[in-house]
């Protein structure tokens, strides 16, 4: 157990001695110079600072020894080698696989998955032709230029954060192709978007690793029905309109969706790992397949690097080791993403799905319930924004929080600017990474980053306290291959610390007791408003909350009803 190993010991008291009387400034002071190189690293095209974070060389020491007695270098074997990561589901976790260029390639259940993979990539292959060229015709013969891909969760955060991050990725086509995104159950986002749309044109990408997903399945019957209003064969609507991506083709097919415009995950791949899979189709055909296959070779370099490099410069576990000393001896337990970057606007979003959902758990391999805190909360917007939203906390709030600064060194305007705007969007991009680093350095040292000033001289509500720890992680330049770097470093990170927290990072039974108690409690609003009864009794908040829906559907049908026969 991670708490009674050698190494834990020595960390609590390391910190007790060498760390909690210090605040940052004082550790930086007393590192010099060399604190930067000392406490960052460089791999693939990224550079990982944690020469911000409350530590020293030999915090990171202890925490690989700690790595180690959890037999972390077996554990990464296990994940890429196809080993039983997901006990729970007795499954592998092989999305490294769907990035691996060259074989061998991990078995599941006798069947080479290397196999499944490339024909998989060559369907894919095969409908991204087809649409580019504009030979992905609608029910009546025009080429379809909108594709609205329907899915939630890692079938909609994923494909959707890379989408919007590779905008300027975007390939040439024979017509201009338009990207939509929808997953909120209440359908909301699809009413608004089907106002826009027209149904000749427009071809909806069904994502759905079980294909059962009550979200995704309403807006996909509820995006038939639109097409129906003007296309008179399902059959007609199923080959020209709809694509299906799940790992479930049985279901596809039982839904309408014909085999050639089916692609493909597998149980082995978890939903919020699944961007490289089918389920990465819509980046496909934004991005070209070159791209995708640029995303998945980024993610490959880092497996390799996770693979391959000593824990004392492996990107992912440092970066996982410094989590865990936040979470579990500083015991911090909320950490923000700040991109300083707009094309990644829905990073935080996805990464808050990765980390949360991946190790938010409490029981550990032999059932027991842990000793340890597990995932922070974890938020996040785009880094320049949120200094105009919540970095009021972060500076003088109370709670205590930890934060990743990430940003993009390089950003190259597309050539469609004049020489002014590229060189103005230039200036914006300087600002930015000024912001980027003087935030994290303000969060740092507080008041103290003013040598000149005594804060005494100041008013309380304009004292800094700082001492905030924080980790950056530039990327020269956004592309395809460093977001696949990035991402990947991210999933390996979750991985290292679900390692030492000895739980489960690939299951999620934590979301199916709300979806079951959901179906009762349709039950009986659809009860209650066909009979203005139900025999169902909750609790008294639910009850009160049924009644009230009845009270105001009831007045709303009574003031139509009135409206129609000219009541008052
Ligand atoms: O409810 C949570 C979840 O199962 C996520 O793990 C998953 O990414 C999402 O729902 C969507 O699931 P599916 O791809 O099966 O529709």
């Known amino acids: 157990?991670?708490?009674?190993?050698?190494?834990?010991?020595?960390?609590?008291?390391?910190?007790?001695?060498?760390?909690?009387?210090?605040?940052?400034?004082?550790?930086?002071?007393?590192?010099?110079?060399?604190?930067?190189?000392?406490?960052?690293?460089?791999?693939e095209g990224i550079l990982l600072d944690l020469s911000k974070q409350r530590i020293q060389p030999k915090s990171l020491d202890l925490l690989l020894q700690l790595a180690r007695q959890?037999?972390?270098?077996?554990?990464?074997?296990?994940?890429?080698?196809?080993?039983?990561?997901?006990?729970?589901e007795l499954r592998p976790a092989l999305h490294t696989a769907l990035r691996?260029?060259?074989?061998?390639?991990?078995?599941?259940?006798?069947?080479?998955?290397?196999?499944?993979?490339?024909?998989?990539?060559?369907?894919?292959q095969r409908i991204v032709?087809?649409?580019?060229?504009?030979?992905?015709?609608?029910?009546?013969?025009?080429?379809?230029?909108?594709?609205?891909?329907?899915?939630?969760?890692?079938?909609?955060?994923?494909?959707?954060?890379?989408?919007?991050?590779?905008?300027?990725?975007?390939?040439?086509?024979?017509?201009?192709?338009?990207?939509?995104?929808?997953?909120?159950?209440?359908?909301?986002?699809?009413?608004?978007?089907?106002?826009?749309l027209s149904q000749a044109t427009t071809v909806f990408i069904v994502a759905s690793k079980t294909f059962t997903t009550v979200d995704t399945m309403a807006?996909?019957?509820?995006?038939?029905?639109?097409?129906?209003?003007?296309?008179?064969?399902?059959?007609?609507?199923?080959?020209?309109?709809?694509?299906g991506s799940s790992a479930h083709p049985e279901r596809m097919h039982a839904w309408g969706i014909p085999q050639a415009n089916q692609v493909a995950l597998w149980d082995w791949v978890g939903g919020r790992y699944s961007l490289w899979s089918g389920i990465g189709l819509p980046i496909a055909l934004k991005i070209g397949m070159a791209g995708f296959k640029q995303l998945l070779a980024g993610a490959e370099a880092m497996d390799k690097h996770y693979k391959t490099t000593p824990l004392e410069h492996n990107l992912p576990v440092l970066l996982a080791m410094v989590g865990i000393w936040n979470i579990n001896i500083l015991r911090l337990k909320?950490?923000?993403?700040?991109?300083?970057?707009?094309?990644?606007?829905?990073?935080?979003?996805y990464l808050s799905q990765l980390e949360m959902e991946s190790n938010g758990k409490t029981v550990t391999s032999d059932g027991s319930h842990t000793s340890l805190d597990t995932s922070p909360v974890i938020w996040g917007d785009v880094g320049a924004n949120a200094q105009h939203a919540y970095f009021q906390l972060l500076h003088q709030g109370t709670p205590a929080f930890y934060a990743d600064f990430i940003v993009p060194v390089r950003r190259t305007p597309s050539n469609g600017y004049s020489k002014s705007t590229q060189a103005q969007l230039q200036c914006q991009q300087e600002l930015n990474l000024a912001n980027c680093i003087a935030q994290s350095r303000v969060l740092m040292m507080g008041d103290s980053v003013l040598?000149?000033?005594?804060?005494?001289?100041?008013?309380?509500?304009?004292?800094?306290?700082?001492?905030?720890?924080?980790?950056?992680?530039?990327?020269?330049?956004?592309?395809?291959?460093?977001?696949?770097?990035?991402?990947?470093?991210?999933?390996?990170?979750?991985?290292?610390?679900?390692?030492?927290w000895d739980i489960n990072p690939f299951d999620?039974?934590?979301?199916?007791?709300?979806?079951?108690?959901?179906?009762?409690?349709?039950?009986?609003?659809?009860?209650?408003?066909?009979?203005?009864?139900?025999?169902?009794?909750?609790?008294?908040?639910?009850?009160?909350?049924?009644?009230?829906?009845?009270?105001?559907?009831?007045?709303?049908?009574?003031t139509i009803l009135n409206k129609n026969t000219g009541q008052p």
């Open 219 to 243: 807006n996909a019957k509820t995006a038939k029905a639109w097409l129906r209003k003007t296309i008179p064969s399902d059959k007609a609507i199923t080959e020209h309109h709809f694509i």
């Open 129 to 196: 032709n087809k649409v580019h060229a504009g030979e992905w015709l609608g029910y009546n013969g025009q080429a379809i230029n909108t594709i609205v891909n329907i899915g939630v969760g890692g079938s909609d955060v994923g494909p959707q954060m890379v989408c919007q991050a590779l905008d300027e990725f975007k390939t040439e086509t024979k017509f201009p192709l338009k990207f939509l995104f929808v997953s909120s159950l209440d359908g909301s986002q699809l009413a608004e978007m089907l106002q826009h």
């Open 451 to 500: 040598q000149w000033e005594d804060p005494c001289d100041k008013s309380p509500d304009r004292l800094y306290p700082g001492n905030h720890a924080s980790t950056t992680i530039m990327l020269d330049e956004l592309t395809p291959y460093s977001l696949g770097s990035l991402i990947a470093l991210y999933e390996h990170k979750v991985y290292t610390q679900a390692v030492i």
């Open 1 to 43: 157990m991670t708490t009674t190993t050698t190494a834990w010991q020595a960390l609590a008291d390391h910190y007790q001695q060498d760390i909690r009387p210090y605040p940052l400034k004082q550790l930086f002071d007393a590192g010099g110079e060399s604190r930067f190189t000392d406490l960052s690293w460089q791999a």
């Open 100 to 124: 691996q260029s060259q074989g061998p390639y991990p078995k599941v259940d006798g069947q080479d998955t290397g196999q499944l993979i490339a024909d998989n990539l060559a369907n894919m």
């Open 334 to 349: 909320a950490q923000t993403i700040l991109p300083y970057d707009g094309r990644l606007k829905i990073l935080p979003n």
């Open 508 to 558: 999620q039974w934590g979301v199916e007791l709300g979806k079951q108690i959901a179906k009762t409690t349709l039950k009986a609003i659809q009860q209650r408003q066909q009979t203005m009864a139900c025999d169902e009794h909750f609790d008294a908040s639910t009850d009160g909350l049924l009644s009230h829906i009845d009270t105001c559907t009831h007045a709303h049908q009574q």
């Open 70 to 88: 959890r037999q972390l270098p077996k554990a990464i074997e296990r994940l890429f080698n196809g080993g039983i990561v997901n006990p729970s």
